[in-house]
């Protein structure tokens, strides 16, 4: 058998009942959040020393001294890099793009990344000469990839950032429910307090008689 609730327990209303839903949701949407934000930050701070770090950024070598006729064309630099017998270079294909760096007489050579966890290769060729000048890897590709999560794929990548989205807004409509739910309830009792004063003195007369 259901026992009735007593006349005077009040039912919670709406805004309190949301406000209790949303300390639950902002504590655990803040734990799955934070670990997005963590992989952004770290990621971030990483990629802020690509100018810094080798094996980020590979160092730009000079090439030799030389007129921009005597410049070697984009062909010619592709067959050098070929003509390496890299294993990430075995054709065209493998090549993901060629730079012109003239004021360092310079063909900057991106090879394409073995797989989404792996940095591509890049390779400096002289633009006169044709000799190798500096051969490392490109690691700030791969970190810019965990920072966006596109190294997951690109359905993660999209997935992940709505979500990160929208959670965001989320946290911060329920963060300033929480912050003035407080308030309102003070307000809410501040403005019942008159009617309860009033009726204290006839129930006390009521209990007396």
Same mark, same amino acid.
């Given at each position: 058998?259901?026992?009735?609730?007593?006349?005077?327990?009040?039912?919670?209303?709406?805004?309190?009942?949301?406000?209790?839903?949303?300390? %639950?949701?902002?504590?655990?949407?803040?734990?799955?959040?934070?670990?997005?934000?963590?992989?952004?930050?770290?990621?971030?701070?990483?990629?802020?020393?690509?100018?810094?770090?080798?094996?980020?950024?590979?160092?730009? *070598? #000079?090439?030799? #001294?030389?007129?921009?006729?005597? %410049?070697?064309?984009?062909?010619?630099?592709?067959?050098?890099?070929?003509?390496?017998?890299?294993?990430?270079? #075995?054709?065209?294909?493998?090549?993901?793009?060629?730079?012109?760096?003239?004021?360092?007489?310079?063909?900057?050579?991106?090879?394409?990344?073995?797989?989404?966890?792996?940095?591509?290769?890049?390779?400096?060729?002289?633009?006169?000469?044709?000799?190798?000048?500096?051969?490392?890897?490109?690691?700030?590709?791969?970190?810019?990839?965990?920072?966006?999560?596109?190294?997951?794929?690109?359905?993660? #990548?999209?997935?992940?950032?709505?979500?990160?989205?929208?959670?965001? %807004?989320?946290?911060?409509?329920?963060?300033?429910?929480?912050?003035?739910?407080?308030?309102?309830?003070?307000?809410?009792?501040? *403005?019942?307090?008159?009617?309860?004063?009033?009726?204290?003195?006839?129930?006390?007369?009521?209990?007396?008689?």
């Amino acid at each position: 058998m259901k026992i009735p609730a007593s006349a005077g327990q009040r039912q919670p209303d709406a805004l309190t009942r949301f406000a209790k839903f949303s300390r %639950f949701t902002h504590k655990w949407m803040s734990v799955c959040l934070g670990l997005v934000l963590l992989v952004v930050a770290l990621s971030g701070l990483f990629l802020t020393f690509k100018k810094d770090l080798e094996y980020l950024k590979p160092a730009s *070598r #000079k090439g030799d #001294k030389g007129e921009f006729s005597q %410049f070697l064309p984009v062909q010619r630099v592709a067959e050098i890099v070929l003509d390496l017998r890299l294993p990430e270079a #075995k054709s065209l294909d493998d090549i993901n793009r060629l730079e012109l760096r003239p004021g360092k007489r310079m063909w900057k050579v991106r090879l394409e990344a073995g797989s989404a966890f792996s940095s591509p290769r890049e390779l400096q060729i002289d633009a006169v000469s044709g000799k190798l000048l500096n051969d490392g890897l490109r690691g700030d590709q791969l970190w810019m990839d965990v920072h966006t999560f596109l190294v997951f794929g690109d359905v993660a #990548k999209y997935v992940a950032m709505v979500l990160s989205g929208l959670t965001l %807004f989320w946290l911060i409509l329920t963060g300033y429910c929480l912050f003035f739910y407080p308030y309102w309830v003070k307000a809410r009792k501040a *403005r019942r307090a008159p009617g309860r004063a009033a009726a204290e003195p006839g129930l006390a007369a009521e209990q007396a008689g």
